[in-house]
């Protein structure tokens, strides 16, 4: 994990417990410590967590979870996530593969402008 995939906001691991990283995580020029970043861990994404954020899984061949006009597919391996946009019924386009929460937040965040909440 590197501090440029980092923003105030994200939800890491630090030491066994989610910690939301504050902005007191983050030094001058929003530049990480490296001492502080390895403190913190990327939290895999599962689907336990995107049910938390708000996820509806659907489809019975594999593992995919909607949040409309957003899927988000586990790959046939079971190594990543595919984060899909829908832009009709047939099609889809995918975006980004991924593995952390982190990733997830940042990406839904760029896209959509609004945080991804636990709900």
């Known amino acids: 994990m590197k501090e440029n995939e980092l923003r105030i906001g994200n939800l890491l691991d630090l030491y066994g417990t989610i910690a939301t990283l504050q902005g007191e995580d983050?030094?001058?020029?929003?530049?990480i410590n490296e001492r502080k970043l390895s403190r913190f861990k990327p939290i895999p994404l599962t689907e336990e967590w995107l049910?938390?954020?708000g996820f509806i899984?659907?489809?019975t061949l594999h593992d995919?979870?909607?949040?409309?006009?957003?899927?988000v597919e586990l790959d046939i391996l079971g190594n990543h996530y595919t984060f899909r946009k829908i832009m009709n019924k047939e099609e889809s386009?995918?975006?980004?593969?991924m593995k952390h929460v982190h990733q997830l937040?940042?990406?839904y965040f760029a896209l959509t402008e609004k945080e991804l909440n636990i709900k």
Request: no cysteine; proline share 4%.
């Open 26 to 31: 983050f030094y001058h020029h929003y530049s």
């Open 51 to 53: 049910l938390k954020f």
């Open 57 to 59: 899984k659907y489809g």
């Open 64 to 71: 995919s979870y909607r949040l409309n006009p957003f899927i």
């Open 93 to 97: 386009i995918l975006l980004k593969e």
């Open 105 to 107: 937040q940042n990406l």
